[in-house]
């Protein structure tokens, strides 16, 4: 039986890897999607763990040779999904989280027309911004930057099928759990997990 495909996008700085953490956490079916990224890592992040982290050469060899299943430029950065990676997941019947921009999401949607969409927003523009000083990564410029790109992010967000506002983080992650459980009750996928309730054919 084929593992379900969530799609997560979200601004930078709107809590999508700490809220996506928390519910792979809480729900042992569901993985990790790791992607592959040309940006240096951050304090406290180790290769294979957050992101595949590769020189621009090497990003590029792998995109040439159609490794990946999608990719795309933020920030000056690139990154990118193993074609291979979510296929062996999905395979086993694993549930796979996929962290990845709107860019993205439109090239995995149509690759994968069933997978589910879910966009993280912060409460505001204005907590957006605090929450990017508060973390003390980035530099002034950088974090105007983030600024400008959240709102041409977040007008994509009707794209997706479910949209989580972060303000309280609890509330966040039950309402991220919930959509996980109701994507799994589908009917098409109850169909296909349980064919003898549901052949009712004569």
Known sequence: MLGLLYIV???????????????????????????YTTRAPRPGEQDGREYHFVDRATFVRMLEASEFLESAEVHGNLYATSQKQIAAALDAGRDVVLEIDWQGAEQVRRAFPDAVGIFILPPSMDELRKRLVNRGQDPEPVIRKRLAAAEEEMS??????????NNNFDEAKRDFLAVVRAARLRLSRQCALHPEIFDLKE
């Not at 930078?12 to 042992?28: H, M």
């Not at 994509?156 to 506002?165: K, N, Q």
């Open 156 to 165: 994509h967000a009707a794209e997706f099928d479910y949209a989580i506002v």
């Open 9 to 35: 996008s979200a601004p930078s700085g709107a809590g999508k890897s700490t809220l996506v953490a928390a519910a792979i956490a809480e729900d042992p079916g569901l993985v990790l999607s790791i992607s």
